[in-house]
C-alpha cells in the first residue's frame, strides 16, 4: 500500500516564501515520477510541477514558473515544493502524486490520468 502523506500548508502572507513536503511509504519512491498538483475554491485541479526519477528533469507551469522549486530526497522518501513570492492566487489545496509508470527517457507525466498514488492534499492560504 503506496501513501502519501503531504505537510507544510498554512497561512502566508502574500510576497512571502513557503515549503509544503511530501513523505511517500510502502513503494519504491526512487521509481516514482513525483509531481504536485493544487486545487482553488471552485476550479479544478491543476499541475504545478514534476520531477524525475533522480531529479534531473523538472517541468513547472506557467503559473508558478520562476516562483517555484520543486526537489527530491530519495534516501528520505519525500519531495518538497517551494514557493517564493507567493501570491494570492496560489491559495489552493496542494496535492502530491506519484506515477509508478515512468521510466527515464519516457515524457515526464504532467496530467492527473498519468499518476497513481495521490496524497490527502495540504491547505496553502496566502492572504493580503
Known amino acids: 500500500q503506496v501513501q502519501l502523506t503531504e505537510s507544510g500548508g498554512g497561512l502566508v502572507q502574500a510576497g512571502g516564501s513557503l515549503t509544503v513536503s511530501c513523505g511517500v511509504s510502502?513503494?519504491?519512491?526512487?521509481?516514482?515520477?513525483m509531481a504536485w498538483f493544487r486545487q482553488a475554491p471552485g476550479k479544478a485541479r491543476e499541475f504545478v510541477a514534476v520531477i524525475s526519477w533522480a531529479g534531473g528533469n523538472k517541468i513547472y507551469s506557467d503559473s508558478v514558473k520562476g516562483r517555484a522549486t520543486i526537489s527530491r530526497a530519495n534516501g528520505k522518501n519525500t519531495v518538497h515544493l517551494q514557493m517564493n513570492s507567493l501570491k494570492i492566487e496560489d491559495t489552493a489545496v496542494y496535492y502530491c502524486a506519484a506515477d509508478r509508470d515512468y521510466r527515464p527517457g519516457s515524457p515526464i507525466p504532467t496530467t492527473q490520468v498519468e499518476f497513481d498514488y495521490w496524497g490527502q492534499g495540504t491547505q496553502v492560504t496566502v492572504s493580503a
Open positions: 510502502g513503494g519504491t519512491f526512487g521509481r516514482y515520477a
